[in-house]
C-alpha cells in the first residue's frame, strides 16, 4: 500500500516562506514524478510543480521563481520550497505520485497553507 504523507503547512505572513515535506512508501521511488497540487476553497484542484526521478522539473506561471520543488531519492521524500508567499497562495496542499509507464497515481491527504496579508 502506497502512503504520501505531507507535512509543513500553517499559517504565515504574506513574503514570508515555508517547506513542504511529502514522505513516500513506495519502492522505487525514484520511478515517480513527483507532484505539487493545490485546492483553494470552491476552485479545482491545480498543479504547483512537477519533478520527475531524474530531477527535471517544471512549475505552474503562478509560482516560478518563488517556489522549489526537489526530492531526495535516498530519503523518498520530495520537497516544495515557497518564498514571498502571497495570500492568493493559500490552500490545500497535495503531494501526487505518478508512476511512470502505468496509471498508477497516489496522494496524500493534504496539508493547509494559509497566508494572511
Known amino acids: 500500500q502506497v502512503q504520501l504523507v505531507e507535512s509543513g503547512g500553517g499559517l504565515v505572513q504574506a513574503g514570508e516562506s515555508l517547506r513542504l515535506s511529502c514522505a513516500a512508501s513506495v519502492f522505487a521511488f525514484n520511478l515517480y514524478t513527483m507532484k505539487w497540487y493545490r485546492q483553494a476553497p470552491g476552485k479545482q484542484r491545480d498543479l504547483v510543480a512537477a519533478i520527475s526521478g531524474g530531477g527535471a522539473t517544471n512549475y505552474a506561471d503562478s509560482v516560478k521563481g518563488r517556489f522549489t520543488i526537489s526530492r531526495d531519492n535516498a530519503k523518498r521524500a520530495a520537497y516544495l520550497q515557497m518564498s514571498i508567499l502571497k495570500p492568493e497562495d493559500t490552500a490545500v496542499y497535495y503531494c501526487?505520485?505518478?508512476?511512470?509507464?502505468?496509471?498508477?497515481?497516489?496522494w496524500g491527504q493534504g496539508t493547509q497553507v494559509t497566508v494572511s496579508s
Open positions: 501526487n505520485a505518478d508512476q511512470v509507464g502505468s496509471l498508477r497515481s497516489y
